[in-house]
């Protein structure tokens, strides 16, 4: 098949030489066609050498590279794509274990698979597009799955529809591309949680915090918890599992206090250490002076975009600031941004800010990441997006 070509600007192939799967609408010296978003196209440098092959896409990042090698993009090419993907999470230990039923089975550019998501839950892959190109394959690729995967895959769920560009105009609706299932209670270190990837946020559960849930748990220990931003809970009841003192759980939404409230009773049956509140942030941190001495603050992200960015910054000072100044001495804080804008340096200078405020001494005992099955291509520094901290306050 032959590709529509993308002619790049003398010297701008220079990123794709180091193999970053980006290609910016500004590097672009002209198309050799009308495109529709989604194509695959050819991209060449000025002097006409071949450079990649990617989808393109309105926007300022143009084409989103799935190969660098000049090669054809057919069923074989994709389903060697998901067989390296599956490949990896099996060196994990992650599919078939006895004790964790969930994991992301496909992570964007850490995989060579930019613009796609898919969580695995006990079962249910969660395909999310966040590109047109990744939204039309959706049907092959959920059939390679399946090939791949055989019994232990039940049903593919696409859930791209808040996840599209909104510029490619595409009438998109949730729904099942292969099989059906029900949502269901998934397990996490042998602890139990309940996952509905059809009204649930993000695929349904936030995936990449599993190893910070499982460090909270080590650190829980006769401490009095506070859990904010806490959405369904995983923090909670890790802590609880460590034997935390009490653990109170906080939510600006009633919905996720909630499914809270029903994950926790999954775990420990009717134990009076858990409390649960629907509140905003900062108002319930106002004044809780010596009240808790582990604190995790977990908050969505404050930045979707550069825009925001200032914005943020500031937000995760005061936030930092209040839990330094209100928490215990000896306490441990877990702080984390998810915020892909921010920067590792960014969010560890706005703690250190939040922290300079309150005059406390602050020591870093872990610096924290997303897990290993949303890896990050070393030529995509940006995939890292999940930052954290674990600080000791004295």
């Given at each position: 098949?032959?590709?529509?070509?993308?002619?790049?600007?003398?010297?701008?192939?220079?990123?794709?030489?180091?193999?970053?799967?980006?290609?910016?609408?500004?590097?672009?010296?002209?198309?050799?066609?009308?495109?529709?978003?989604?194509?695959?196209?050819?991209?060449?440098?000025?002097?006409?050498?071949?450079?990649?092959?990617?989808?393109?896409?309105?926007?300022?990042i143009a084409v989103r590279v799935v190969s660098f090698e000049d090669v054809e993009i057919n069923a074989a090419f994709w389903e060697k794509k998901l067989s390296e993907a599956l490949n990896l999470r099996r060196a994990l230990g992650l599919p078939g274990s006895e004790h964790t039923n969930v994991f992301r089975l496909i992570h964007g550019e850490g995989d060579g698979m930019p613009g796609l998501i898919v969580d695995f839950y006990n079962g249910t892959a969660v395909y999310q597009a966040h590109s047109v190109g990744m939204y039309h394959i959706r049907h092959e690729l959920a059939t390679l799955l399946k090939k791949l995967m055989g019994d232990l895959l039940v049903a593919v769920y696409d859930k791209s529809d808040k996840t599209l560009p909104f510029k490619a105009d595409i009438q998109s609706e949730n729904g099942y591309l292969l099989g059906?299932?029900?949502?269901?209670?998934?397990?996490?270190?042998?602890?139990?949680?309940?996952?509905?990837?059809?009204?649930?946020?993000?695929?349904?559960?936030?995936?990449?915090?599993?190893?910070?849930?499982?460090?909270?748990?080590?650190?829980?220990?006769?401490?009095?918890?506070?859990?904010?931003?806490c959405y369904s809970g995983g923090f909670s009841?890790?802590?609880?599992?460590?034997?935390?003192?009490?653990?109170?759980?906080?939510?600006?939404?009633?919905?996720?206090?909630?499914?809270?409230?029903?994950?926790?009773?999954?775990?420990?049956?009717?134990?009076?250490?858990?409390?649960?509140?629907?509140?905003?942030?900062?108002?319930f941190m106002r004044d809780m002076k010596n009240r808790y001495d582990l604190i995790v603050l977990d908050p969505p992200a404050f930045a979707k975009h550069r825009g925001a960015l200032r914005q943020a910054l500031q937000a995760y000072k005061r936030i930092n600031a209040k839990a330094f100044e209100q928490i215990r001495p000896g306490g441990i804080l877990f702080t984390f941004s998810c915020s892909q804008v921010v920067s590792k340096d960014q969010f560890r200078e706005a703690v250190f800010s939040g922290a300079a405020i309150t005059g406390r001494k602050v020591r870093i005992l872990h610096q924290l990441h997303q897990?290993?099955?949303?890896?990050?291509?070393?030529?995509?520094?940006?995939?890292e997006y999940l930052k954290g901290l674990v600080l000791y306050v004295d």
């Open positions: 098949m032959t590709l529509p070509i993308v002619t790049l600007k003398p010297g701008k192939e220079q990123s794709l030489n180091r193999f970053h799967p980006w290609i910016f609408s500004g590097a672009i010296k002209f198309i050799s066609q009308e495109l529709e978003e989604g194509e695959l196209v050819r991209v060449v440098s000025a002097r006409q050498d071949f450079l990649a092959i990617g989808h393109y896409q309105i926007g300022s059906a299932s029900e949502p269901c209670i998934v397990k996490e270190y042998g602890l139990a949680y309940q996952v509905d990837w059809v009204e649930g946020q993000k695929t349904g559960f936030f995936i990449d915090q599993r190893e910070n849930r499982k460090l909270v748990e080590q650190f829980s220990k006769g401490r009095d918890v506070l859990n904010m931003f009841f890790f802590a609880m599992q460590g034997g935390a003192n009490l653990v109170h759980s906080v939510d600006a939404s009633a919905k996720a206090i909630e499914l809270t409230r029903q994950n926790v009773a999954l775990n420990f049956k009717d134990d009076p250490r858990h409390e649960a509140f629907v509140a905003d942030a900062f108002d897990p290993a099955d949303h890896p990050v291509n070393i030529y995509h520094p940006e995939g």
